[in-house]
């Protein structure tokens, strides 16, 4: 390809795997009551990270706000090369998670390389790249990816789907969360937002309800 083409490469197939990213059904196999797809789900990590963010700031950290947006709508993007495949298969074996991320890694850059504008590359191999990394930016999308994956649990148990995959969902997020429980957003999910959760009723809900109180000491001690 030509320096000059290069150059004027349109965003065309980026902005098309927009739509392509509203087809692609998350949690896939499973009955649910209402699925989601990827494209809403990125827009919903990203307003609970505007949150996350908020409570951090306010706890004293500083925040780059480009990075938790450019982190949050695009995390899940690169789904659209490999679609969104069930977790339990893809965390099978540390090798299969090893392959598939370099199966995504490979096709991302090459994407980048033949859809993307040259002026415009090193921003999306920023923000196309792997967002869950060390930063409180970082940190922010990982809990923000979690807590909607939890709701999205959450909907289906207070429905009362017998899934048994959506306790698992459930309680995999909430084992996430206490990964990062040193975060104060992390802190205020405990005291001020599972407490809600739990007051509702929905199926398995004591014994979710006992795991939150095992893995948080934060909302156990909310429930003094």
Known sequence: MRVIDQLMMPMHEFFMGMNQLELINR???FFKYQPHNVAAHSWKVA???QFLADVEEQNGKTINWQSVYEKALNHDYTER???D???PVKYATATLRSMLADVEDTMTENF??????TQFQ???TRRLGEGKDE???GEILSVADKVDLMYEAYGELE?????PVFVNIFQSSLEALAEFQHMASVKYIATDILPDIFSEDFIHKDLLFDLAKSLLPDFAAAQQ
């Open 112 to 117: 980048i390389k033949t859809e993307i504008p």
């Open 122 to 124: 090193a921003a999306y």
């Open 47 to 49: 307003q609970i990270a």
């Open 85 to 87: 495949i069930k977790t």
């Open 135 to 137: 930063t409180i930016e």
């Open 27 to 29: 949690a896939p196999g």
């Open 159 to 163: 429905k009362f789907n017998p899934e």
């Open 81 to 83: 090369f490999i679609g």
